[in-house]
Nanobody, 120 residues
Framework: VQLVESGGGLVQAGGSLRLSCAASRITFNINAMGWYRQAPGKQRELVASITSGDGSTNYAGSVKGRFTISRDNTNHTISLQMNSLKPEDTAFYHC??????????????WGQGTQVTVSS
C-alpha cells in the first residue's frame, strides 16, 4: 500500500492544520489507518487512528478534544483536523495503514511523513 500525506506546514499556536493521507496500490485489506508523530528526542506517539469497519476512533490523550480523524473508505483516504495547535504538537507526522493480506498475514504500510511546526 502506498500512502501519500499532505497538509503539513508552519502555523502559529492556536491555529489549525488539516493533514490528509491517501492510500493507493492497495495490496492488503486495510483494517485501520491513522497517524503517528515523532518530535526530536522523543518517542514516536500514536496520535489518532480510525477503523475501516465501524469507524471507531482512538486518540492520544494530549490531542483529545483538539484533533479529529475522519475517513473516506471509498477513496481510502483519512484526514486529521488539528485545531488549537500547541508548540508541543510540533513533530513529524506519519500516516499508516494496518490490515491483513488475503492469507491472513498482518501488514502495515507507512507514508513518508509531513512536518508540522507550531510556533509560539
Amino acid at each position: 500500500v502506498q500512502l501519500v500525506e499532505s497538509g503539513g506546514g508552519l502555523v502559529q499556536a492556536g491555529g489549525s492544520l488539516r493533514l490528509s493521507c491517501a492510500a493507493s496500490r492497495i495490496t492488503f485489506n486495510i483494517n485501520a489507518m491513522g497517524w503517528y508523530r515523532q518530535a526530536p528526542g522523543k518517542q514516536r506517539e500514536l496520535v489518532a487512528s480510525i477503523t475501516s469497519g465501524d469507524g471507531s476512533t482512538n486518540y492520544a490523550g494530549s490531542v483529545k478534544g483538539r484533533f479529529t480523524i475522519s475517513r473516506d473508505n471509498t477513496n481510502h483516504t483519512i484526514s486529521l483536523q488539528m485545531n488549537s495547535l500547541k508548540p508541543e504538537d510540533t513533530a513529524f507526522y506519519h500516516c499508516y495503514a494496518a490490515g491483513t493480506t488475503d492469507w491472513g498475514s498482518p501488514s502495515r504500510s507507512w507514508g513518508q511523513g509531513t512536518q508540522v511546526t507550531v510556533s509560539s
